[in-house]
C-alpha cells in the first residue's frame, strides 16, 4: 500500500525522491519533486556562490555553488539553528542559536562554540548594536540584554509570542520590539520597552527601523503591513500594500535604494519605493505558495528564498523563481494520467505532476499542517481527474479530494476530522462510478469503510465498519461484487 510502497522505493533505491526506471539506466534518474523545509538563508558576504541554510531535520548545511547542492556544515553545533545572526564587525562572524543557548562562528560556520547559554527557554534570535557592545537576544516571552558584547545577559522585559527586535543602525538607543501585543519602544538601547499609548496594539510579527531614520519603522502583522514616522508613537497602515499577514521583512541594498521585500502566507512581496507601491514576486513559485521563511541576497546579486517548501533562487531582474536542491519531499503514491505522459505522485501537502521526464512540480498545494496525500487514482474516463485521499489537516483529518484542471480546482469528496487518514483507495473493475475506501486508524468513531457510487464526487461511510482501522481494500477482478480489505 501507499506507505509501505515508499518504504521500499526509499530502501531499495536509495533516493531522496521519485525516479523513472529503465533497463539501461543505472543509477535511476530523480524527476523530483524538490521540497525539503528550510527556515533560514544566508549569503557569504563577499564569495559568489557560497551560502547556508537552516533547514528540518537536516541542521545547518554550506552550498557552494549558489544553492544547487548542499552538504552538512558546523563542527560544534549541536542542532538546528533558529537563525544565522553576522556580528556587525565582521561578516563571517555568526550567532546561531540553538534550544536555550546561542553558539558562535568566527569562520562562517564552519566550527562553532557555545558563547550564550543565560535563557531559560528556547531563544529565537538576536540583535546588535552597530558596535555590538548592546546584544538584544529573545525567546518567546522573555527579552535578554547585554551592554560588555554578549559578557552578561539580564532579563529586561516579558511578554506574549514576542516576534523579534530591531535595534535602529543610525540611532541605537532607539530599539523596537514585535509582539502578540503590538509594537513595544525602547529609548534606553533595550534597558526598558513599553508599548506608547498611542502606538500600534495589534499582533505584530516583525518591526523594522529604517537603517538611516530611526524614526522610520515598518511593522509587519496579521493584517498588512504599518509604517511609523515618529519613532513608534503612531503607526499608519500602508494603503496600497496588500493584506498579508506578514512573516518576515528585509531589505535589498541601501534603503534609500534598494527593496522592501516582505514574506507572508500568501508568499512573497516587494516595493521599490519604501512601500507606496507594492508587486507581487511570486512567479516560478509552485501553486500556493510555499510559505517563506527567509530571503538573502548572495554577492553577485542573485535572490535566495527559504521556505517550508523548498529552497529557491531568482536572478537579478524581475523576481522569477526556480526550485533547487532538497529533493526529499516524502512520497506516499503514484500514477500515470495518459500513456506514456503525465506522470503524478501523492506527497506531503498535496500532489505534483510532471510530463514524461520532467521535474515533478507542485499541481495542487495543500498548506493545512500536517496535510498529506496517502492515495492517488486517475479517473479512467477523464485522465484530468484525480482523487486524492489522505489526511487532510492537523494530522488526524481524513479526506478525499477531487482535483481537476491540472489540480487547479480542488473540491473535498470527503472529510472526518479524527479519522486519521483515508489510507487506500479502490476502483470497482466491473463499476467505474464504485469506489471503496479504507480509513486508518479510524478514530474518534469515524468509519474504517467509505463508498462512493458516484465517480467519487462524494462519499459515504459504510455502515456497522465505525472503528475497523483499515489499511488496505481492494475488488475481486473475478468476482462481481466482492472486495477484501485489511483491518488492524
Same mark, same amino acid.
Given at each position: 500500500m501507499p506507505r509501505f510502497a515508499h518504504s521500499i522505493v526509499a530502501a531499495s533505491l536509495a533516493l531522496p525522491a521519485f525516479a523513472v526506471l529503465t533497463p539501461a539506466q543505472s543509477p535511476p534518474i530523480s524527476i523530483g519533486p524538490y521540497g525539503g523545509s528550510a527556515n533560514v538563508v544566508l549569503a557569504h558576504p563577499s564569495t559568489s556562490g557560497e551560502l547556508l541554510v537552516a533547514r528540518f531535520p537536516n541542521g545547518l548545511e554550506r552550498s557552494t555553488d549558489g544553492g544547487f547542492a548542499f552538504a552538512p556544515w558546523g563542527n560544534g553545533l549541536p542542532g538546528i539553528p533558529e537563525d544565522l545572526v553576522p556580528s556587525p564587525l565582521a561578516a563571517t562572524t555568526l550567532h546561531a542559536p540553538v534550544g536555550n543557548a546561542i553558539y558562535r562562528s568566527t569562520d562562517f560556520g564552519a566550527n562553532w562554540t557555545i558563547w550564550s547559554n543565560a535563557a531559560s527557554a528556547t531563544v529565537n534570535s538576536l540583535a546588535f548594536s552597530p558596535d555590538a557592545q548592546t546584544v538584544i537576544q529573545w525567546t518567546g516571552s522573555q527579552v535578554l540584554r547585554s551592554t560588555n558584547g554578549g559578557g552578561i545577559f539580564n532579563p529586561v522585559y516579558s511578554g506574549t509570542i514576542l516576534g523579534n527586535v530591531s535595534i535602529a543602525p543610525s540611532a541605537p538607543s532607539l530599539c523596537y520590539l514585535s509582539s502578540f501585543n503590538g509594537v513595544a519602544r525602547s529609548i534606553d538601547g533595550g534597558a526598558t520597552f513599553a508599548i506608547p499609548a498611542t502606538g500600534l496594539k495589534s499582533w505584530t510579527k516583525w518591526v523594522m527601523a529604517d537603517p538611516q531614520d530611526a524614526t522610520r519603522v515598518y511593522a509587519g502583522t496579521t493584517s498588512g503591513v504599518w509604517l511609523s514616522t515618529n519613532a513608534a508613537e503612531t503607526f499608519t497602515k500602508i494603503a496600497a500594500a496588500p493584506n498579508l499577514s506578514v512573516q518576515f521583512m528585509t531589505w535589498d541594498g541601501a534603503p534609500s535604494s534598494g527593496t522592501l521585500w516582505v514574506g507572508a502566507l500568501t508568499g512573497v512581496w516587494t516595493s521599490p519605493d519604501h512601500g507606496a507601491t507594492w508587486s507581487a514576486a511570486n512567479a516560478g513559485l509552485p501553486p500556493g505558495p510555499p510559505i517563506p521563511s527567509d530571503v538573502a541576497f548572495d554577492a553577485n546579486g542573485t535572490r535566495l528564498l527559504a521556505s517550508e517548501g523548498g529552497f529557491f533562487r531568482s536572478p537579478v531582474g524581475a523576481p522569477l523563481w526556480s526550485q533547487s536542491a532538497f529533493a526529499e519531499v516524502g512520497v506516499y503514491a503514484a500514477a500515470i494520467a495518459t500513456p506514456g505522459g503525465q506522470r503524478l505522485i501523492g506527497? @506531503?501537502?498535496? +500532489?505534483?505532476?510532471?510530463?514524461?521526464?520532467?521535474? #515533478?512540480? $507542485?499541481?495542487?498545494?495543500? /498548506?493545512?499542517?500536517?496535510?498529506?496525500?496517502? @492515495?492517488?487514482? +486517475?479517473?479512467?474516463?477523464?485522465?484530468?481527474?484525480? #482523487?486524492? $485521499?489522505?489526511?487532510?489537516? /492537523?494530522?488526524d483529518n481524513a479526506v478525499v479530494r477531487v482535483l481537476t484542471n491540472g489540480g487547479a480546482n480542488v473540491s473535498i469528496a470527503y472529510e472526518h476530522f479524527g479519522g486519521g487518514s483515508v489510507w487506500t483507495l479502490a476502483r470497482d473493475p466491473f463499476d467505474a462510478t464504485h469506489y471503496l475506501g479504507g480509513v486508518y486508524p479510524a478514530g474518534f468513531g469515524s468509519a474504517g469503510l467509505i463508498t462512493s457510487s458516484n465517480s467519487g464526487a462524494s462519499f459515504q461511510d459504510v455502515a456497522g465498519s465505525a472503528g475497523w482501522s483499515c489499511r488496505a481494500v481492494a475488488f475481486d477482478p473475478h468476482q462481481v461484487g466482492h472486495a477484501i480489505a485489511l483491518f488492524g
Amino acid at each position: 500500500m501507499p506507505r509501505f510502497a515508499h518504504s521500499i522505493v526509499a530502501a531499495s533505491l536509495a533516493l531522496p525522491a521519485f525516479a523513472v526506471l529503465t533497463p539501461a539506466q543505472s543509477p535511476p534518474i530523480s524527476i523530483g519533486p524538490y521540497g525539503g523545509s528550510a527556515n533560514v538563508v544566508l549569503a557569504h558576504p563577499s564569495t559568489s556562490g557560497e551560502l547556508l541554510v537552516a533547514r528540518f531535520p537536516n541542521g545547518l548545511e554550506r552550498s557552494t555553488d549558489g544553492g544547487f547542492a548542499f552538504a552538512p556544515w558546523g563542527n560544534g553545533l549541536p542542532g538546528i539553528p533558529e537563525d544565522l545572526v553576522p556580528s556587525p564587525l565582521a561578516a563571517t562572524t555568526l550567532h546561531a542559536p540553538v534550544g536555550n543557548a546561542i553558539y558562535r562562528s568566527t569562520d562562517f560556520g564552519a566550527n562553532w562554540t557555545i558563547w550564550s547559554n543565560a535563557a531559560s527557554a528556547t531563544v529565537n534570535s538576536l540583535a546588535f548594536s552597530p558596535d555590538a557592545q548592546t546584544v538584544i537576544q529573545w525567546t518567546g516571552s522573555q527579552v535578554l540584554r547585554s551592554t560588555n558584547g554578549g559578557g552578561i545577559f539580564n532579563p529586561v522585559y516579558s511578554g506574549t509570542i514576542l516576534g523579534n527586535v530591531s535595534i535602529a543602525p543610525s540611532a541605537p538607543s532607539l530599539c523596537y520590539l514585535s509582539s502578540f501585543n503590538g509594537v513595544a519602544r525602547s529609548i534606553d538601547g533595550g534597558a526598558t520597552f513599553a508599548i506608547p499609548a498611542t502606538g500600534l496594539k495589534s499582533w505584530t510579527k516583525w518591526v523594522m527601523a529604517d537603517p538611516q531614520d530611526a524614526t522610520r519603522v515598518y511593522a509587519g502583522t496579521t493584517s498588512g503591513v504599518w509604517l511609523s514616522t515618529n519613532a513608534a508613537e503612531t503607526f499608519t497602515k500602508i494603503a496600497a500594500a496588500p493584506n498579508l499577514s506578514v512573516q518576515f521583512m528585509t531589505w535589498d541594498g541601501a534603503p534609500s535604494s534598494g527593496t522592501l521585500w516582505v514574506g507572508a502566507l500568501t508568499g512573497v512581496w516587494t516595493s521599490p519605493d519604501h512601500g507606496a507601491t507594492w508587486s507581487a514576486a511570486n512567479a516560478g513559485l509552485p501553486p500556493g505558495p510555499p510559505i517563506p521563511s527567509d530571503v538573502a541576497f548572495d554577492a553577485n546579486g542573485t535572490r535566495l528564498l527559504a521556505s517550508e517548501g523548498g529552497f529557491f533562487r531568482s536572478p537579478v531582474g524581475a523576481p522569477l523563481w526556480s526550485q533547487s536542491a532538497f529533493a526529499e519531499v516524502g512520497v506516499y503514491a503514484a500514477a500515470i494520467a495518459t500513456p506514456g505522459g503525465q506522470r503524478l505522485i501523492g506527497a @506531503e501537502k498535496g +500532489v505534483y505532476d510532471a510530463a514524461s521526464g520532467a521535474t #515533478l512540480e $507542485a499541481s495542487a498545494y495543500f /498548506f493545512d499542517f500536517g496535510a498529506r496525500t496517502d @492515495e492517488l487514482l +486517475v479517473d479512467p474516463s477523464n485522465p484530468d481527474r484525480w #482523487l486524492s $485521499a489522505g489526511v487532510g489537516a /492537523f494530522i488526524d483529518n481524513a479526506v478525499v479530494r477531487v482535483l481537476t484542471n491540472g489540480g487547479a480546482n480542488v473540491s473535498i469528496a470527503y472529510e472526518h476530522f479524527g479519522g486519521g487518514s483515508v489510507w487506500t483507495l479502490a476502483r470497482d473493475p466491473f463499476d467505474a462510478t464504485h469506489y471503496l475506501g479504507g480509513v486508518y486508524p479510524a478514530g474518534f468513531g469515524s468509519a474504517g469503510l467509505i463508498t462512493s457510487s458516484n465517480s467519487g464526487a462524494s462519499f459515504q461511510d459504510v455502515a456497522g465498519s465505525a472503528g475497523w482501522s483499515c489499511r488496505a481494500v481492494a475488488f475481486d477482478p473475478h468476482q462481481v461484487g466482492h472486495a477484501i480489505a485489511l483491518f488492524g
